[in-house]
């Protein structure tokens, strides 16, 4: 297994790994054209994140992709971690948790990381299982948005 950062050549597998998420966690059809487009909007702007991809066998078996988050509060920043997809043959295999570790070190390097988020559905028990394990914590926060 290599676990790395994700580069232009892979947004295929990024693209087909979101589209796969949102119709497996929400039941949501994402229109190609823009999904497409904000993957690759990633690699032409490192300010808007990056993605770290795990390979095996030649082949991209799982992905996340990272965004910032400033706290004035904190003087640094969180990494929010985001569009996680294992493909479902390659489940149980500790990838996700590979991918965290890579992120995690690659705070480091980066040395101004206060911590890391992410979002979960409440009905995903088995990913908020996996997170538990890896020493993330439920926070005292909602979560509202307003779409536009």
């Known amino acids: 297994m290599n676990i790395r950062l994700a580069g232009a050549a892979d947004v295929d597998a990024l693209v087909e790994f979101n589209q796969a998420m949102a ?3 929400e039941g949501k059809r994402l229109d190609a054209a823009v999904l ?3 993957v690759e909007a990633v690699f032409q702007d490192r300010t808007k ?3 770290v991809v795990a390979d095996y066998q030649e082949q991209i078996v799982g992905g996340l992709m990272v965004t910032f988050e400033w706290s004035d509060w904190r003087n640094s920043w969180f990494w929010w971690i985001q569009s996680v997809y294992i ?3 390659a489940r149980g295999k500790s990838i996700y ?3 965290y570790e890579f992120v995690k070190q690659s705070s480091e390097q980066a040395g101004n990381v206060c911590g890391f988020r992410l979002y979960v559905e409440k009905e995903n028990k088995r990913a908020q299982q996996v997170y538990e ?3 993330m914590n439920e926070t005292y926060y909602l979560m509202y948005e307003e779409q536009k």
């Open 87 to 89: 493909r479902p043959e």
């Open 36 to 38: 497409r487009a904000g």
């Open 49 to 51: 994140g990056f993605y």
């Open 23 to 25: 119709l497996e966690t």
């Open 133 to 135: 394990r890896l020493g």
């Open 97 to 99: 948790r590979k991918l």
